[in-house]
């Protein structure tokens, strides 16, 4: 516990350069991993460089990249939430009926998915907090539940690009500077959770729940609002999500995101957030959903089968926890040396 | 999440709960069995009920060894993929021309091997399993397609597939009902007649207490995990042929469906409680309803509904009975002192 701790702290300085440099290693290290690839893969290929090459590979990052920062806040609270991708389906296909019947404004279906998906997020935070259910056993329930839902909406029936309005599709598919729309939400958003789990009180909760629940309440941090404001925080966030995945892919189906919890779990521990909470960062978690995107994107430019793709990201996910629990190891050793009273 | 296991009194009173949950769940499977029979055409035949034994037999087998690992206070969320992993192995094997005599302990020792790898990961490192198992999920499924690609594998000898879909002699009873029934008489007795079922509840409430009580909690662990792993080698030869085909990915997704049935079942996702019949009734329950909404007519996307609730309902039902007696309790001392 005491390594755990010690790394919560990793966003403010602990008064040594060199645990500094070895706590920040992990955000380091990512993107070390990226700047490798990406330097290997356009010596390789250069074309993978253009802009076009890199702006299907942000496209394909974004929804990932947004879930992941939800799952950051829920994951930090010793939490999980595998109805994400569910969530993501039901706030798709409901925002796309709704475009497609009323043809409303963008930002209003991008209120609409944060307001379905936060509902959602509040019936996990509810049966989590109230029912006292384990987060992994009510989000595997909401994930069964949340999906049959959508199936019973959507039945065999699928929304299609002709249905939804031009500026909604024009969204989805245009950029700013190079960069897509979808991306830069994504970007925001993320930068918005950072600067809220390292500046903001409630934030800094998060990470005190996630560290020792026993202690965080004996503190005095009002535990059940906080669980409620992660599990809401990531339901909207999956909500949202559904918005861009249909903008980005102008069909939507009963199946949308199915799946998608996984790729998103292994972006946020690939991205150093300590599975068992306390620990991690939104910037870590982004870099992690960065990364899986572009060994995806740079396979096939690198030749090699597009089947190694999934056994890569599994040994990525067992060499990223392994590295962090020697990294603890590691930190726990150096402040016993200096004698600190940390446990 | 824990203070429910706090005192005496209140874990007494969890555990008495549990125990009625595991009679619940029989009592409800039971109960659907005779009311589909009756109301259901053709549910109550003897050919129906061997197509669910058919059905259930790969929930049933990798349930049984979840069960002991998520008693120990861990999780396998691996075990799908690697049915997928021993079944695209086989059918590379199959391929490179071996008999299938030595394909088959083969595939069952490779499981053992990938769940040899979990527990090394788990117990040798200290890495939490959850973690280490959603990683190796995606490993073992991602080396089933660099196995085998997008291909299937599909000549199997008709003597083998038809083994799994046959019936013994004359009678109605599956070929699959003797591994079955012979595993899970294995599993229930490790886990509720000798000393390391003993050792499997201790190391699940209270793992530093059971090592200091002289139990090997790790080694305890790490064996759980090959047997998982075995298990789910023996899962992948069964369903490769059953189905007559080795593909990279069978049994995909299953790993939820096996977990859901465990909780189901009653067994606590934090270790130490829970039972057998219980995970065997809600197998059982969940396989037979599925089979009954199909012969009905009625959509099987109703069932995933009815998964999830269940699922979300087996944990707080027995967690709101405790806060209502409690509240109860609570209330009856103060009515006392009115009326007094």
Not at chain 1, 168 to 173: C, E, H, I, K, T
Not at chain 2, 118 to 140: D, E, R
Not at chain 2, 228 to 246: D, I, K, N, P, Q
């Amino acid at each position: 516990m005491t390594a755990v701790e010690a790394r919560s702290d990793s966003a403010t300085a602990t008064g040594s350069a060199v645990l500094d440099l070895v706590l920040r290693f992990r955000a380091l290290g990512l993107v070390l991993a990226l700047a490798v690839l990406v330097g290997v893969t356009a010596s390789l290929n250069p074309r993978f460089l253009s802009g076009q090459s890199v702006r299907d590979l942000l496209f394909a990052a974004a929804v990932t990249l947004l879930l992941a920062c939800g799952m950051t806040v829920v994951v930090l609270t010793r939490g999980i939430d595998l109805s994400v991708g569910s969530v993501l389906g039901l706030s798709a296909y409901v925002t796309g009926s709704a475009l497609s019947a009323t043809g409303m404004a963008v930002p209003l279906a991008l209120l609409l998915g944060l307001a379905v998906g936060a509902v959602c997020g509040a019936l996990n935070g509810a049966i989590i907090h109230f029912g006292r259910v384990p987060p992994l056993v009510a989000t595997l329930g909401t994930l069964y539940v949340l999906r049959g839902v959508v199936y019973f909406a959507a039945g065999g029936s699928r929304i299609n690009a002709s249905d939804l309005p031009r500026a909604f599709l024009d969204f989805g598919s245009g950029h700013v500077l190079g960069v897509p729309y979808l991306f830069a939400v994504s970007v925001l958003v993320l930068a918005a959770v950072g600067v809220f789990l390292g500046r903001y009180r409630a934030g800094r909760d998060l990470y005190a729940l996630g560290s020792n629940p026993e202690a965080a309440r004996l503190a005095g941090v009002p535990a059940g609002r906080r669980l409620m404001t992660a599990y809401v925080l990531s339901g909207a966030l999956a909500g949202l999500g559904g918005v861009l995945y249909a903008a980005r892919f102008g069909t939507v189906d009963a199946s949308a995101g199915y799946g998608i919890e996984l790729d998103v779990v292994a972006a946020v521990v690939v991205g150093g957030v300590a599975i068992f909470g306390g620990s991690g960062t939104a910037l870590g978690a982004g870099l992690g959903a960065l990364l899986l995107t572009v060994i995806d994107n740079a396979l096939p430019v690198l030749r090699i089968d597009q089947f190694w793709q999934q056994a890569i990201v599994g040994a990525l996910i067992l060499a990223a926890i392994a590295l962090d629990r020697l990294v603890s190891v590691r930190a726990a050793r150096a402040l016993r040396r200096k004698g600190s009273h940390v446990d | 999440m824990t203070d429910t296991a706090k005192t005496g009194p209140r874990l007494r009173e969890a555990a008495r709960t549990l125990a009625t949950w595991d009679a619940a769940i029989i009592a409800v499977t039971a109960g659907f069995l005779i009311v589909a029979s009756v109301s259901v055409e053709h549910f109550g035949t003897a050919r129906n009920a061997g197509y669910i034994v058919l059905d259930l037999a790969p929930i049933l087998l990798l349930a049984l060894t979840m069960t002991l690992i998520v008693t120990t206070g861990e999780i396998d969320l691996s075990v799908a993929s690697t049915v997928g992993l021993t079944g695209a192995a086989m059918g590379a094997m199959w391929n490179g021309g071996m008999a299938l005599e030595a394909i088959m302990p083969l595939a069952v020792l490779l499981g053992a091997a990938l769940g040899a790898v979990n527990g090394l990961f788990v117990t040798g490192f200290g890495l939490p399993s959850l973690a280490v198992t959603i990683g190796t999920l995606a490993l073992y499924r991602g080396l089933a397609y660099v196995v085998l690609g997008d291909t299937a594998v599909a000549d199997w000898p008709r003597p083998f597939t038809g083994w799994t879909l046959g019936r013994i002699g004359e009678s109605a009873v599956p070929n699959v009902l003797v591994p079955l029934v012979l595993l899970a008489v294995i599993c229930g007795v490790l886990l509720h007649a000798t000393p390391v079922g003993r050792s499997i509840y201790a190391a699940g409430a209270n793992p530093v207490a059971a090592s200091y009580a002289g139990i090997a909690v790790g080694r305890l662990k790490f064996w759980l995990y090959v047997a998982s792993g075995a298990m789910a080698g023996l899962v992948g030869v069964l369903w490769t042929l059953r189905y007559s085909s080795a593909r990279a990915d069978n049994a995909a997704g299953l790993e939820l469906t096996v977990i859901a049935v465990v909780l189901l079942g009653g067994v606590s996702i934090f270790g130490g409680k829970g039972a057998l019949p219980g995970v065997l009734a809600a197998v059982v329950l969940l396989v037979s309803v599925q089979n009954a909404l199909r012969l009905a007519h009625v959509s099987t996307e109703a069932l995933t509904v009815v998964t999830g609730s269940l699922l979300i309902v087996a944990v707080l039902a027995p967690n709101a009975l405790v806060a209502l007696r409690t509240a109860l309790r609570r209330r009856r001392p103060t009515a006392n002192g009115r009326t007094a």
